[in-house]
């Protein structure tokens, strides 16, 4: 292997260890909180040495926001619109945006996690998210949900009674997948029930017709 090879796969293999170390840091900070998460446990899931993170990262919170930082950015790619999606009609782009939606919230449940674990105590962490990461994505989601509620597809509510709802529904049964298989036998992280669960609201929130009345 020569020289530039080299470098090339350690710089690879330090990209990975780092999305491994972060992502092991959301899931601990998802599960127990700030305060109950520590810096060796964290360590311990990712399967690298306790210094390490210290090295990287130098303290619990620097860490906890670096990990939030990759946390959007990764919604952000997740969430990307497919080619053509702006040439569909207002309905079918608020259908293409849910079913999304609610994969993402499916595939990465620890953000919804560490959002309520942070709003529960209002914290200074929470204050910083929502100045760096959360406004903007709410200005963006904004725009997109006046569109759609302007052409009909949504009724006529205030945007932070819609944005509430619709997060709400497509997060609760993958933040609360445990709950939810004990109580109901289904495990709602596989794939064909987290299809299901987004046809689902698609039709409740978007394909609802009034029920038609019987005459005597």
């Not at 990209?15 to 446990?41: N, Y």
């Not at 919170?61 to 080619?83: G, N, S």
């Not at 794939?191 to 009034?210: F, G, M, N, S, V």
Request: proline share 4%; aromatic share 10%.
């Amino acid at each position: 292997m020569d020289q530039a090879s080299a470098i090339g796969t350690r710089e690879e293999q330090k990209r990975e260890t780092r999305a491994k170390i972060l992502q092991a840091a959301l899931e601990q900070f998802a599960e127990r909180g700030f305060d109950g998460a520590s810096v060796r446990d964290i360590a311990k899931r990712a399967g690298v040495i306790h210094g390490l993170i210290k090295y990287h990262f130098e303290s619990k919170e620097k860490l906890w926001m670096t990990a939030v930082d990759y946390l959007f950015e990764r919604q952000t790619i997740e969430m990307r619109e497919p080619e053509g999606f702006q040439e569909l009609s207002a309905s079918e782009q608020a259908r293409n945006w849910l079913k999304r939606y609610v994969r993402y919230c499916a595939k990465y449940p620890e953000h919804a996690r560490i959002m309520v674990q942070e709003s529960v105590c209002d914290s200074e962490r929470l204050a910083w998210a929502v100045e760096k990461h959360i406004k903007r994505n709410h200005n963006h989601s904004k725009t997109m949900m006046s569109h759609w509620r302007d052409h009909g597809v949504y009724p006529d509510i205030p945007y932070y009674i819609l944005f509430s709802i619709i997060a709400a529904v497509s997060q609760s049964p993958f933040m609360l997948a445990p709950s939810v298989a004990h109580s109901s036998g289904v495990d709602v992280t596989r794939p064909e029930q987290i299809d299901l669960y987004a046809d689902t609201l698609i039709a409740l929130l978007l394909d609802h017709k009034d029920p038609q009345v019987d005459t005597v």
